[in-house]
């Protein structure tokens, strides 16, 4: 697993990032970004160099899905690695999002072992 | 029919009926009168309850003061658990000072203190959602208490909203939400 790439991580929380951060951390991801919803992460993938992103859903003015279709329909971002982190959990939230093309999908609130686990997957495939 | 609002619109009707009424009633009319006037009475009734249970204080004081204090909540956790994961983070600093072992067992220590403190992203989601129903119930009641008019639609998604956020409606309850073992499935039924 490559843990010297870029990673963006998007929550409305603020005490969320930290805690996210912290855990990539813990697996040795040092190069961390932060954005507070959809559309600053954009704009950060846009001018930025990602590898993998991990993405609240539940965020204004843009959500982690609508994150999620923008950066598949962008030539340059759409084979980034995508992770979904939320608390939304119903079987038509996590359809729609494996339809936009998510990388894999959590569910809140997770722990670190789950964390890894499906970084390791989705960048194993990346 | 008056301009107006129904409750006077409806005893307007009712004067107006009444006024049609002349001579010897049948038992049809006596019975249709005794109708109204009940009605005439319900009506007077529920006006007074109205005014007694003086529902302005209701958006005057009771929401506003519930939607304050559960911000409070949400602010007070937050900073409770930002102090926490400032203790967690001088603790991992202090790892390296350690031998294998003990680092070890700090850095587990600290790892699960991380994800529980993960409760306050959740628990400010419901909140928000009560805040959201709070709000929702103070324009129903101005609604009502205002003229007894017609009510407003109930609160939705917004018909322009994106899938993104007519889906937002997280967290569920822990009878209603599916755990990580069901999302695997579901997301391994599309491989």
């Given at each position: ?14 005490t ?14 040092d ?7 959809g ?72 722990n670190?072992?789950?964390l ?11 | ?90 603790l ?12 070890q ?10 994800e529980?403190?993960s409760?306050?992203?959740?628990t400010g ?12 119930i ?8 205002g ?20 889906l937002?409606?997280?967290?569920q ?5 599916s ?13």
């Amino acid at each position: 697993m490559d843990t010297k790439l870029n990673v963006l991580i998007v929550d409305d929380y603020k005490t969320m990032l930290r805690i996210i951060r912290n855990l990539l951390k813990q697996l040795e991801f040092d190069n961390v970004e932060e954005a507070s919803d959809g559309q600053e992460a954009l704009s950060k993938l846009r001018t930025g160099n990602f590898g993998l992103v991990i993405s609240d859903w539940n965020m204004a003015p843009m959500t982690g899905l609508d994150l999620l279709k923008e950066v598949r329909a962008d030539a340059r971002l759409k084979d980034t690695p995508f992770i979904m982190i939320t608390a939304e959990s119903k079987t038509e939230n996590v359809v729609a999002a494996k339809q936009a093309g998510v990388s894999n999908y959590i569910v809140k609130p997770f722990n670190a072992e789950t964390l890894r686990g499906k970084i390791e997957k989705v960048l194993g495939h990346a | 029919m008056p301009d107006g609002n129904p409750p006077d619109q409806i005893e307007a009707a009712v004067r107006a009926v009444l006024g049609t009424l002349s001579g010897d009633l049948t038992v049809t009319e006596a019975a249709l009168l005794g109708e109204l006037e009940a009605l005439g009475r319900e009506v007077k009734r529920a006006k007074s309850e109205i005014a007694a249970l003086s529902v302005e204080d209701i958006n005057e004081s009771h929401i506003p003061a519930a939607t304050d204090e559960l911000d409070a909540v949400v602010e007070h956790t937050a900073t409770a658990t930002n102090e926490i994961l400032d203790a967690c983070e001088t603790l991992e600093s202090l790892q390296s000072k350690l031998d294998e072992g003990n680092a070890q067992a700090l850095g587990h220590a600290v790892t699960r203190i991380y994800e529980a403190c993960s409760f306050q992203d959740i628990t400010g989601q419901r909140i928000a959602k009560v805040v959201s129903a709070l709000k929702a119930i103070e324009s129903r009641v101005a609604a009502v208490t205002g003229s007894f008019g017609s009510l407003p639609a109930a609160m939705g998604k917004n018909a322009d909203a994106t899938e993104g956020e007519k889906l937002a409606n997280g967290p569920q309850l822990p009878t209603n939400a599916s755990s990580q073992a069901d999302i695997d499935k579901l997301l391994a039924s599309f491989d």
